[in-house]
């Protein structure tokens, strides 16, 4: 498929205002930073709390749902052969536990 190509599609879609609104949010959303971020850093001089901020948004991210999937795979061992619904999915990725 071509869905792991869209965040460098876009980045050079979008190489026309490197430092328009579009191109800053998409490099700090952080499933399309690690290739929107190189690409406004070579077109633009860029702070260097920029891509620190884009960097440590990925990999609050990345804690994050790890610690989700493990939520989601415990709850569902704990179902054994019964099938959660969607809502009971984020249920438990919101839950605290």
């Known amino acids: 498929m071509m869905i792991p190509l869209i965040p460098m599609?876009?980045?050079?879609v979008l190489m026309d205002s490197p430092s328009g609104w579009v191109m800053t949010f998409l490099s700090y959303f952080p499933?399309?930073?690690?290739?929107?971020?190189?690409?406004?850093?070579?077109?633009v001089d860029v702070a260097i709390w920029q891509p620190i901020l884009s960097l440590i948004l990925t990999?609050?991210?990345?804690?994050?749902?790890r610690r989700v999937?493990?939520?989601?795979?415990?709850?569902?061992?704990?179902?054994?052969?019964?099938?959660?619904?969607?809502?009971?999915m984020l249920g438990w990725a919101i839950s605290n536990q």
Not at 31 to 43: D, R, W, Y
Not at 59 to 65: K, P, Q, R
């Open 31 to 43: 499933l399309t930073a690690f290739a929107v971020m190189p690409v406004k850093m070579a077109l």
């Open 69 to 88: 999937a493990g939520r989601l795979f415990k709850m569902g061992m704990v179902m054994y052969g019964k099938e959660p619904s969607f809502k009971q």
């Open 9 to 12: 599609i876009l980045a050079f």
């Open 59 to 65: 990999l609050v991210l990345c804690i994050y749902m």
